[in-house]
């Protein structure tokens, strides 16, 4: 509701824990080192713990991001089961087959024993990765220590990862727990934000969303919300996004200390002022009222918006691409359907979602690309003949496919059923819209994040050279440098001799700053569509929001 009025694309301050948006303290980076050294422990146990709120759980999904491609994953994010329920949850995880009826100790740790041996032979890795730990009983962490005794005579076999809040330390001091603290081979504590790491935070969450300008929190404000707040990201969150609504609502671009205790008022339960029941009667009936009536003069305001309004999938695919892949395009023409309006979607649960099948998942967005794929075809191979690549990812988010803007292939994995496939053609701030088909049908958000875990697929276009990039750098050097100088007057004209790849590597640190990505300088397919898309190479965009 409020973004619009402070220059924001999406909602800076969801407690949902997305990577997109992850602040890297020094304590989050000592937490994620820590979990990526447990890889290479050679099996046992890695230990995150943290207050409630302090991020563990969107340092994992950062963790699952930078898994290597040779290791196989298993994460378990209900862990109030017993022996048997956890070891069938752990062999869905991992697809291992288990004999109909299976229902003792035996009947699950025999197949997956023999899954983690061929899986070694192969040459990958196994890690399972367990969320909410200090739920496990003492009897399932004792079956966990017994599964990590599956090995070879080099290495062990499994690498089990356990996250969750203090009371697990605890829990692993009980001393019928001592076997397996010995075998706990690195662990970290996730402690809160300093005030000066609050204040980066923050500023970080507004970037991140799209802010340009000022930070509409003064540095008062800032001080009071880490006194609030005390540095948990997840009450930061709540109370900035309580207080930013309180700004609009009132009408401020400013939010004041006043505001921000308001707001402390409406969403934490502890005493904040002496003036707390009038706080209270300021925010549940004025600032409601006030968003109302906010929300109505936005929309008389939107025939002048603060920014560009995004091309709709149609402009997208009838402007002209740049010259140097204009060949690559025209081997691709978009369908003329992509310009068509949708029918409006019916609302959909995941309860009435039939059995599908993934090759017409993958048919629906290959069309979407004007991509014929006969049956029985390997999707990535069929679109590489075309000129594209996959582009597969285990732990996204919703707010990465926005910014990605694009088609994509959502895995749904639902109780008692095989992981599905599903294509998302469209999301707004409620709903995700996807093919179900050929009809498109709408799926609440809360809904969707009950069965969708990040794992999404999906097509781009790479630029001339990207392929032999290793052998032949400097055609996709020159492409780089003719686009980004296109794009901004401050960078070299397109005839100037192009510049080198560390002047390159600041020129593209500053086009991923300014589209909300991590300034890192490399040039990986997210950074690549993005700048398909500032340049117009012609892709498929995510249908407007009906």
Not at 51 to 75: D, M, S, W
Not at 398 to 426: E, F, K, M, N
Not at 490 to 496: D, G, I
Request: aromatic share 6%; net charge positive.
């Amino acid at each position: 509701m409020y973004a619009p009025f402070f220059g924001l694309r999406h909602a800076p301050f969801s407690i949902a824990p997305d990577p997109h948006y992850l602040y890297m303290s020094e304590r989050h980076r000592d937490a994620l080192a820590h979990l990526l050294y447990g890889l290479d422990g050679g099996g046992g146990f890695v230990l995150l713990t943290g207050e409630i709120g302090a991020g563990k759980t969107t340092v994992c999904r950062c963790f699952l991001g930078q898994i290597p491609a040779h290791c196989n994953v298993a994460y378990i994010f209900n862990p109030k089961l017993t022996v048997t329920e956890l070891l069938r949850a752990v062999c869905d995880e991992f697809h291992v087959p288990v004999p109909a009826g299976a229902q003792t100790v035996k009947d699950f740790v025999d197949p997956l024993n023999t899954f983690l041996l061929a899986q070694h032979a192969a040459g990958r890795n196994n890690v399972l990765i367990i969320d909410e730990a200090q739920n496990l009983s003492a009897d399932v962490l004792e079956q966990l220590r017994l599964l990590t005794n599956l090995e070879t005579a080099e290495r062990k076999l499994l690498q089990v990862v356990l996250i969750g809040q203090p009371e697990l330390r605890e829990l692993l001091a009980r001393p019928e727990l001592e076997q397996l603290a010995q075998r706990v081979i690195a662990r970290f504590h996730l402690g809160a934000l300093s005030e000066a790491e609050t204040a980066h935070y923050v500023r970080h969450r507004l970037t991140v969303a799209g802010l340009t300008g000022a930070l509409p929190f003064d540095a008062r404000a800032l001080r009071l919300i880490h006194q609030l707040t005390r540095g948990v990201p997840r009450r930061i969150n709540l109370l900035c996004d309580r207080a930013l609504l309180g700004g609009y609502a009132s009408g401020r671009a400013q939010v004041t200390p006043d505001i921000v205790r308001r707001a402390a008022a409406e969403v934490f339960d502890g005493p904040t002022t002496p003036r707390r029941l009038t706080a209270r009667i300021a925010l549940g009936s004025g600032l409601l009222a006030a968003a109302a009536v906010a929300a109505g003069l936005a929309w008389q305001q939107q025939a002048a918006p603060l920014g560009p309004a995004p091309a709709s999938a149609s402009s997208a695919a009838s402007t002209p691409a740049p010259a140097a892949s204009t060949a690559a395009a025209a081997s691709l023409a978009l369908p003329a359907s992509q310009a068509a309006s949708p029918p409006a979607p019916e609302l959909l649960r995941l309860a009435d979602w039939p059995p599908s099948d993934d090759h017409d998942a993958w048919q629906a967005l290959a069309s979407r690309w004007g991509l014929p794929l006969p049956a029985g075809a390997d999707a990535c191979d069929t679109a590489a003949q075309r000129g594209l690549q996959c582009y597969r990812s285990s732990s996204g988010s919703l707010s990465l496919i926005r910014l990605i803007d694009r088609p994509v292939l959502l895995t749904l994995r639902r109780p008692g059923q095989p992981p599905a496939l599903a294509a998302l053609v469209a999301l707004d701030e409620q709903h995700a819209t996807l093919l179900l088909d050929g009809t498109p049908r709408r799926l609440p958000l809360a809904e969707l994040a009950t069965a969708w875990r990040g794992e999404f697929n999906t097509f781009w276009r790479p630029p001339p050279g990207y392929a032999q990039r290793a052998e032949q750098p400097r055609v996709l050097r020159d492409w780089l440098a003719a686009q980004l100088a296109g794009l901004s007057p401050a960078m070299p004209a397109a005839s100037a001799p192009p510049p080198g790849w560390a002047a390159l590597s600041r020129q593209v640190q500053a086009f991923q700053a300014g589209r909300g990505l991590q300034p890192d300088g490399r040039i990986g397919p997210v950074t690549l569509m993005l700048l398909n898309r500032a340049s117009g190479v012609p892709e498929p965009r995510l249908d407007a929001a009906r």
